[in-house]
């Protein structure tokens, strides 16, 4: 008998909970119903300012590069090669230099702002003298905002490296404080770079600006110039092996070479050596001919070393193949004036309607 007059007052609870939320949306319905102009109004004010900050926001033009990275990591194969190589005094080491850029770390490398300093002062074409970094500053207008400052007029962007007899110090602490800027607005507000896919090696490159121009020239020269300083940085330690045996190997042929000449010399300068005097010619071209065949020896192992490091020059190597790169006419970013309008309708109605919710459960609240 408790149980049963226990769940009939359950489901009488559960019958007023019910009822209660049915009253409270009608309730709300109703009020939203009596606002109804006031969300009309907020949604038209959205559509106006909507359709005024697609009028206003510039079109920008985005480059992008996609390319494939293959590294080919690991130098188990050098270690083969110290023993041969020790008699020179070559160390092949554990494998190329480099390896701060293994794995995903080349993404920052795009982004570090040496990278993007170094792509700022190269040349807008191959016809121009202008900068990038000139033209940045004449597409954002900041020599406008410049002419209350008379000291950044003259500066120059035309070098990166201005030798310290043709600028003074405050000159190149202002100059150096301008470009520092600059690279920290590419860095946030124009650069993306990104792996679509995690389990791919395919990176891309986005440079959006509001130039077209600039967002491909900008792409292009820091993409060589960042493949170039990657494959430059894991590649160094090998291609000091590789010129040093090189310097090894030519010098020995030469040593040996020379020694060949020489025991020939010795017997062509002794045509008509008295038999009793033999010691004139055996002597010196022995010693001649035992240096060859030493020299000799020494090459052998040199040529089998230098071909060894080359092949591991070649492994080290890092791929990069370019999949897609920017090409005239760029791709387009601009808000429309349908999307402005629906956008700038929605969020402000929607706010609106956020404002008045609150308000009403407020009112609720402090009249209970």
Known sequence: MISENSQTIEKGNDEITLKELLLKIKEFAVFFWTKKWNIIIAALIGGALGYGYSKWKKTSFIATTTFVLENNEGGGGLGAYA?????????????????????????????????????LFNRIDSNSHRTLIEEYIRMNFLKDRWQDKKELEDLNFIDLDISSKSISADKK???????????????????????????????QIDVKSKNEIFSKRFNDELVKNVNEFYIRTKTQKSM??????????????????????????V?????????????????PAQKAQFSAETNKAILAELVKNLEMSKITLLRETPLIQVVDQPIYPLKKEK?????GILT?????????????????????????
């Open 267 to 283: 017997v062509d300068a002794t045509p008509n050596l008295n038999p009793t005097r033999q010691v004139q010619r055996a002597a």
């Open 335 to 339: 808000i429309g004036s349908i999307k």
């Open 240 to 265: 000091q092996n590789v010129l040093i045996l090189q310097h090894k190997t030519d010098s020995v042929r030469a040593v040996m070479n020379g020694e060949i000449y020489r025991a020939v010399e």
């Open 173 to 203: 602490r202002l100059r150096d404080s301008v470009i520092a800027e600059v690279v920290d607005d590419i860095e946030k507000n124009y650069l993306s770079v990104a792996k679509p896919d995690k389990k791919l090696s395919r990176i």
């Open 344 to 368: 700038g309708g929605f969020i402000l109605s929607f706010l609106v309607i956020i404002w008045l919710f609150f308000k009403l459960v407020l009112k609720n609240i402090l009249g209970e």
């Open 83 to 119: 023993g041969l190589a020790s008699m020179v005094g070559i160390d092949f080491g554990g494998g190329g230099g480099g390896g701060i850029f293994q794995g995903d770390n080349i993404l920052d490398l795009y982004k570090s702002k040496a990278m993007i300093r170094r792509t």
